[in-house]
Structures are given as structure tokens and as C-alpha cells.
């Protein structure tokens, strides 16, 4: 009965609101764009107008009588590049990074050198030998020797940037010269020792993350010491490139930012209804034009930023008619009187289920203090699995894993339906815009996801074996997939394996990225501080994800076989 006169209450005041409101009409958002993003920010609007009957985008182009500095300066929304200069501090208060125009090495696959370069890489100084026509030495003076033949497209956008890498301008046209991107494609692609320095979206599926058929991105070694070393190896795979992109591991010279700019953030709703679209489904025209686009944390993060609230204290102009404003108390009030509802029930959930929260003086995590319920199989990846009577299984993240993120703030999981493999990545979990990718225990099909997710991720956290579950999964190879999974007690002893894993790799994480102890280990004892990653940069999460949980994964592939 309560929530029908609920309900009933909250239809009529929404009801009345909306009969006193005028119908609304087609906006207009005015953007403008630097000679460089124009055509990306027309693309955007054309689209976002298409699909959005409330707002017409409209993209004003600088001009005589107006630059680019004084159309935001007046409060108009821009989207630049920093390959000119072309973001001004002075006039931009506020930017966001909206896309990359990332500039890549390529080479052909057949290239005899091919193995060996992936291993030393080539550094600025041999590309400059390789634009000259010389032949270069790929790795160790007992490595291949070859030469390659350079193409080359004349397009700023490109030259400008390896003009940046190579420290000159005057050795880029000494190559072959091709007409447009399709021929340069065409040429490296068929010829066995071409190189060439192209946009990625040029040579990659972005949205497959995969490099076209014959290409491979060749590794650039940064301190010419003809090793690709820890903080250059980025070139496994396309997904890895574009992490190493994100946190500072590739040149930033050949890195160039697509930014949205403004003199403050953006207030109004049509503005930060665009730019969330640019930050999301709008993402895909980046590859249309040639662009690359953000990572999904990168994205999230943004998104976040962009609704972050803001208080501010001037009064309105606008006077409100007294009808208007009662609604508007009405109204108010009854949000209150439903989220102190949800309140009240949450609490009554939280204790029920038997949450507590650890005390002040106890924000440690060790071997004994791991939760490692029976009749639960693990998985060496830090996943668990449990069969239920009706013959499907539930898999989640282990407790040890919870521990060493600490809370966990945002995950994105598969659809309902999908098929899935075992080790393939199933999950991703995120804290402020850090992630770690997690892989399936067992093969099979989603069946449900846990719902609960979506609104409150610290299940994860609080009860990772009961609330915090992710899937429920309809099994396709159990009975084979099961004896690679521990028991309880055998996962007790693996436990001992992975913290002396954990501590070897802490160690290294502290001298690579110069941190102190503190940030992980408790004074006394050296005890592991809970959630030791929380307070880290994503490149330790990369490390972390590249040097401990990939490994785990691989491992189940050799025993299968």
C-alpha cells in the first residue's frame, strides 16, 4: 500500500509539472573547431544532429573577423589538436582529451629482420640511417643487416610529427613518395622491406584491435641501447600499444591529442549531453577520419569529470511563477522522503547479510586472513567457480584479488547470451580509471549477470563469494575444464606461492617507478597494506596486469595440453 500512494504522489507531481512546462524546442549548440579538427567536429555534429531531435550542432569555422581563441574566450566549445600549438592556455581554462592522432612505425611482416628488430627495436638515430638509404644492423652487431625502402604520403599531419621523432624535416621526403593513404597502404603492404610512418587508423582495425593483414607496428627503442627494455615493451599486441600509449610509454612526439576546450567546463545540459556522446558512441567516427580512439577507462574517467557536481552561489535571474516553485518543493520533498526509503532498506539489507566493515587499526591483508570458502574450485587467474544444482556456474573474483585492488568502483561486464572460452577476458574491473582485465574460469555461455553490480560494485569487496558474484555461466567443457581448477586446501597452498609472487613483484614495482614502502607495507611486521594497488598510477596497474595475472592465465593452456 505504501508504495502504491507512492507511486500514485509521484505520477500527479510529475504529472503537473510537466502540463505547467512549455513544449520544448530544437536547440542550437555552437561549436567551433581549429583548421585541424574541423572535419572531425563537423562529422560529430552532422551525427550527433541526426540522432538528437532536441539539438542542432553547429560547427562556426574561425575566420578574419573572429579566431579560434576569441570564439571560446566567449564561452564557445572547441575542439583542437596540440600537433600546432593550437590549445592556449591562456583563453582554454578548461580541456579534456577527446581522441589521439597517434603516428606509428610500420614495417612489412615478411622483412627477414622481422624477429629481430621485434626484440631490439629501432631507434630514432637508425630510422634516420633507414631515411638516408642505409642499410642498419637490428640488434647486437652480430643481428640481421638489411635495408628497407621508404614511402612516404605528404600530409602535415604526419610530417610534422616524425620531423618531432627524427629531430629534422630534412631527411622525410627522401623516400618514394605515394598519392593518399589507400596507395601508401597498398605499397608497404606488398612490398617485403618497406617502412613508412602512417596514422594508426591507417594500418589497424581499431575496433577489432588488430593490425592489417602483412603490417606490424615496429618497436621504437626510446634509450638506443638496441634492447627493447621493461618501459618500452609495448608491441605484443594492440590493445598492450594503446595501454602504452595512455600512460606515457611511447614517444609523445608522435602522440597527438584530439581535445575538447573551453574557458571553464561546460554548464550547460546540451553541451555535456554532446561531449558525453563524443566520449562514447561518437568514439567511432574517430576511425572514419582517421583518428584513434581512448580506451575505455580513459572514457569513463572523462565522463565522470564531465558530471562531476558543482555548487555555485549567484542567484538566478529568472523568477519562477509560485505555482512552478511549489511543485518544485513538492517535488523535492518527495525525493527526499523516497532516497531516506532506500536508505532504510539498504541498511536493513547490509546488516542482514552480515557486512562488516574491517576496524581502523586492522588495514591489512595476509596469507591466513584469505577467504577460501569449501566446495568453491579456483581458478590460477584469481577467479572462482561453483557448480549449482542446476547444473550452471557461478563465477566471481576470488578474495585475494579484492584485497590487493581494494574497492572496486566501476566493472564492465559481458552481455547475457555471449559465448565465452576459458582464459578468455571475461570482465573488467576499474577504479578511477584504473583496470585490471579478468579471465574466465570455465567455457560456456552467460546465462545472467549479476544485476547488483551495476549500482553498488563494493559487493565485490564486502562478499565476493555470495552478493559480489558476476556470472552465472551454462558450462560447455566442465568436466575437462574442472581438473584444472584447485580445491579449497590445494588453493591454500597456492596462496603461499602467489604472496611470494606478490612481494617479488612489489619489489620491483618500487624501483621501477621509484615508490616508497609505505604505499604497500604497514610499519609493523611489513604486513601488506589492504588494498595495496589503490593508492598506485595506472602504469603500476599495467605492470600488474602484464607481470602477475596474464602469467596465471597462460599457465592452464600447458597443462590442458
Not at 138 to 159: D, N
Amino acid at each position: 500500500m505504501k508504495k502504491l500512494i507512492v507511486s500514485l504522489i509521484s505520477f500527479c507531481l510529475i504529472s503537473s509539472i510537466m502540463m505547467s512546462a512549455k513544449a520544448p524546442s530544437k536547440d542550437t549548440l555552437r561549436i567551433t573547431a581549429s583548421p585541424t579538427a574541423f572535419s572531425l567536429a563537423e562529422s560529430w555534429a552532422e551525427a550527433y544532429s541526426s540522432s538528437n531531435q532536441s539539438v542542432k550542432v553547429s560547427v562556426i569555422m574561425p575566420d578574419g573577423k573572429q579566431t579560434l581563441d576569441e570564439q571560446i574566450s566567449r564561452g564557445m566549445l572547441g575542439f583542437v589538436t596540440s600537433s600546432d600549438n593550437e590549445l592556449n592556455p591562456a583563453v582554454a581554462g578548461w580541456h579534456t582529451l577527446v581522441g589521439r592522432d597517434v603516428i606509428v612505425p610500420v614495417m612489412n611482416t615478411r622483412n627477414p629482420a622481422l624477429n629481430d628488430i621485434m626484440k631490439s627495436g629501432i631507434s630514432a638515430e637508425k630510422f634516420r640511417a633507414i631515411l638516408k638509404g642505409e642499410q642498419i644492423t637490428s640488434g647486437s652487431e652480430e643481428g640481421v643487416r638489411t635495408s628497407f625502402h621508404f614511402y612516404y604520403m605528404k600530409e602535415s599531419s604526419i610530417e610534422k610529427p616524425v620531423a618531432a621523432f627524427l629531430g629534422g624535416t630534412d631527411l622525410i621526403k627522401t623516400g618514394t613518395m605515394v598519392p593518399d593513404a589507400a596507395s601508401l597502404l597498398t605499397a608497404i603492404t606488398n612490398d617485403a622491406l618497406a617502412v613508412s610512418f602512417c596514422n594508426l587508423a591507417t594500418v589497424a582495425d581499431l575496433e577489432k584491435q588488430l593490425m592489417k593483414s602483412n603490417l606490424a607496428i615496429v618497436p621504437i627503442d626510446r634509450n638506443n641501447n638496441s634492447v627493447l627494455d621493461q618501459v618500452e615493451n609495448i608491441y605484443s599486441g594492440l590493445g598492450l600499444f594503446l595501454r602504452g600509449v595512455w600512460i606515457g610509454k611511447y614517444p609523445h612526439t608522435l602522440s597527438t591529442g584530439i581535445y575538447a576546450a573551453g574557458i571553464e567546463q561546460p554548464e550547460s545540459e546540451a553541451a555535456k549531453a554532446f561531449l558525453r556522446w563524443v566520449l562514447t558512441d561518437g568514439q567511432k567516427l574517430l576511425f572514419e577520419n582517421g583518428y584513434s580512439d581512448l580506451l575505455l577507462a580513459e572514457r569513463q574517467k572523462a565522463v565522470d569529470q564531465l558530471y562531476e557536481a558543482r555548487i555555485y552561489t549567484s542567484a538566478s535571474q529568472e523568477t519562477k511563477s509560485p505555482f512552478v516553485v511549489l511543485m518544485i518543493l513538492a517535488a523535492g520533498v518527495l525525493v527526499l522522503i523516497l532516497l531516506a526509503d532506500l536508505i532504510i532498506r539498504y541498511v536493513k539489507n547490509y546488516k542482514k547479510a552480515g557486512y562488516k566493515p574491517l576496524p581502523e587499526s586492522d588495514k591489512v591483508f595476509s596469507e591466513a586472513g584469505i577467504i577460501v570458502p569449501k566446495g568453491v574450485y579456483f581458478d590460477k587467474a584469481h577467479t572462482w567457480a561453483f557448480m549449482e544444482q542446476d547444473g550452471i556456474v557461478k563465477v566471481g573474483i576470488d578474495d585475494f584479488l579484492q584485497h590487493v585492488t581494494g574497492t572496486i568502483t566501476r566493472v564492465r561486464m559481458k552481455k547475457k547470451g555471449t559465448l565465452v572460452q576459458k582464459g578468455e577476458q571475461i570482465l573488467s574491473i576499474m577504479q578511477n580509471g584504473k583496470h585490471l582485465d579478468i579471465y574466465a574460469p570455465v567455457s560456456g555461455t552467460i546465462t545472467e549477470c549479476n544485476s547488483l553490480l551495476e549500482t553498488n560494485t563494493g559487493l565485490i569487496n564486502a562478499s565476493p563469494y555470495n552478493d559480489g558474484w558476476i556470472y552465472r555461466i551454462e558450462p560447455s567443457n566442465w568436466i575437462r575444464e574442472n581438473q584444472l581448477l584447485f580445491y579449497a586446501d590445494k588453493y591454500r597452498q597456492y596462496l603461499g606461492q602467489e604472496f611470494t609472487r606478490l612481494k617479488d613483484f612489489l619489489a620491483a614495482a618500487l624501483a621501477a617507478h621509484e615508490l616508497t614502502p609505505g604505499n604497500v607495507v604497514l610499519q609493523d611486521g611489513g604486513e601488506f597494506r589492504d588494498g595495496l594497488l589503490s593508492g598506485m598510477g595506472p602504469e603500476v596497474w599495467e605492470d600488474f596486469q602484464m607481470k602477475y595475472i596474464d602469467p596465471s592465465r597462460q599457465i592452464w593452456f600447458y597443462e590442458l595440453f
